[in-house]
């Protein structure tokens, strides 16, 4: 059962011990390939039948029946100075600024039509900039597009919101943080990935940490709420050894949140990646190594295990959210905000109203093509059935919460839990046989061995998993492919 504190006060910071437990044969064998449930239906599923005048229905219809919840924004900035080899983001790498300066013309534009669709339902609570590289736009570039968010939408006030974004150190001053903050960004998350010079050589990311502790140390000073650090185990070049010298180095700038991923390498769908010698990666055996020392370590400094890949310090928002049974995930991740609808704005970008999601186009061309023509550039997206939204919330409740009331559900859906999920049941036993879970009547209660493969879980409710899917031009190879292992 999930611990629940009353208020966020003296009692909601106090540490709260979050069990996690590593399994290396179970691991072994019960590691597949799998999504990572940023959202039910996966993205793969979504289909090019769904266009703009789907998405403008789903918000008319919400906003008209005052369904809209305080919402979330996304803005995706897709530029980056240099490749990083490892990256599967959809990014634009180039020196050539002006590149930029065309795209914010578009995107502002993007900005003031959601804005204006949105009137009276605007109110902003939650905020992330992600990329590619955000802190590719000028210091003047940001303060004049946070001016334009705040011209179409209404914000939380500082203490309440919570507005953050993506930097690469190596793109930043501690000046240009502190103006960050007076923009109104109070989160800022830093891409690490390892601090080991020849693995940073291996993946084309030179960044010395005393330049990345003196953008930690500038974030502090101006008085970020939260510093989090992305580190990324299986790169090449790396060993137990540099990992447990790159974690001592993390540990000790001490950020408020960490997160660790599991690089996937897929060179036959990320370009960059075939510069990446597959020799040099580290051997399954050594990444199951270094993934347990990752645990063990963050754990012995007094880190939350939040779920998936992350891990925050016992007063962070993150683990307030967990412990008060509030937490959510979305394409970001894990939010505190839950309920919160998703507004996202640039090229790639995801939104999801209500029972839709939708997704932007992909390209620069056929983004500004869209705009020119006064539409939202929306590509493709799904409409969810109520069997969609069911699974959809029993999949939140399992990544988030490690737990499942069935009373919950029955009272939410006009279901009887062991008849309508008899054969996912079945499949349920055979988990609880291995160690990951424990049934009864009424709870579905995941193990602290079963946390780390939350992902297998919750494959079982996804009906879609297994279903054959026609490619098209927006989605690329057979989707299976894109997944990476569980583990």
Not at 272 to 292: C, F, K, V
Request: proline fraction near 4%.
């Amino acid at each position: 059962m999930s611990e629940t504190a009353g208020t966020v006060g003296a009692a909601a910071l106090l540490p709260v011990t979050q069990t996690v437990e590593f399994d290396t044969a179970l691991i072994r064998k019960l590691s597949r390939l799998g999504p990572r449930y940023t959202s039910y239906p996966t993205a793969d599923r979504f289909n090019a039948e769904f266009g703009y005048r789907d998405y403008l229905q789903a918000v008319t219809g919400a906003t008209a029946r005052g369904n809209m919840h305080p919402l979330s924004l996304y803005i995706h900035i897709p530029f980056c100075e240099s490749i990083c080899y490892y990256c599967g983001c959809n990014k634009i790498v180039t020196k050539d600024r002006s590149k930029a300066a065309n795209y914010l013309i578009y995107l502002k534009r993007e900005i003031e039509m959601q804005g204006k669709l949105l009137a009276g339902a605007n109110q902003i609570e939650q905020l992330h900039f992600g990329g590619g590289t955000p802190t590719y736009l000028s210091d003047a570039q940001m303060g004049e597009l946070m001016l334009h968010l705040r011209r179409w939408f209404n914000f939380a006030p500082d203490a309440e919101g919570e507005y953050s974004i993506e930097v690469d150190p190596r793109t930043v001053t501690p000046e240009r943080v502190h103006s960050l903050r007076r923009q109104g960004f109070n989160r800022i998350s830093l891409g690490v990935q390892d601090f080991d010079a020849e693995v940073q050589k291996a993946v084309n990311r030179i960044q010395p940490e005393s330049e990345t502790v003196a953008i930690i140390d500038a974030a502090r000073a101006a008085g970020f709420r939260s510093v989090s650090i992305d580190l990324i185990y299986g790169l090449p070049k790396q060993n137990l050894q540099t990992m447990a010298q790159t974690l001592d180095k993390v540990i000790a700038a001490d950020p408020d949140r960490i997160a660790i991923y599991n690089y996937a390498h897929m060179p036959h769908l990320f370009k960059p990646q075939r510069r990446i010698a597959e020799s040099d990666l580290p051997n399954g055996e050594t990444r199951l190594e270094m993934l347990a020392l990752c645990i063990k370590r963050l754990n012995d400094a007094g880190y939350i295990y939040i779920g998936m890949d992350h891990f925050a310090k016992p007063g962070d928002d993150l683990a307030i959210a967990q412990r008060q049974g509030r937490l959510h995930r979305n394409f970001q991740g894990y939010s505190t905000h839950v309920g919160a609808d998703l507004v996202s704005c640039g090229v790639s970008a995801i939104s999801a109203i209500g029972a839709t999601y939708s997704q932007n186009v992909k390209t620069l061309d056929e983004y500004y093509e869209h705009i020119e023509q006064n539409e939202l550039p929306i590509a493709r997206g799904i409409k969810l059935n109520m069997d969609d939204l069911l699974r959809r919330i029993i999949i939140q409740m399992l990544m988030c919460n490690f737990e499942l009331s069935i009373a919950s559900i029955e009272l939410a859906y006009p279901i009887v839990f062991n008849s309508y999920f008899a054969a996912e049941l079945v499949k349920l036993r055979e988990l609880e046989q291995n160690g990951l879970l424990s049934m009864d009547e009424e709870w579905i209660t995941v193990t602290p061995k079963g946390r780390l493969l939350i992902r297998n879980i919750c494959m079982v409710f996804d009906r879609y998993l297994d279903a054959p899917r026609v490619a098209n031009a927006t989605d690329g190879d057979a989707q299976p492919l894109r997944y990476s292992k569980t583990i």
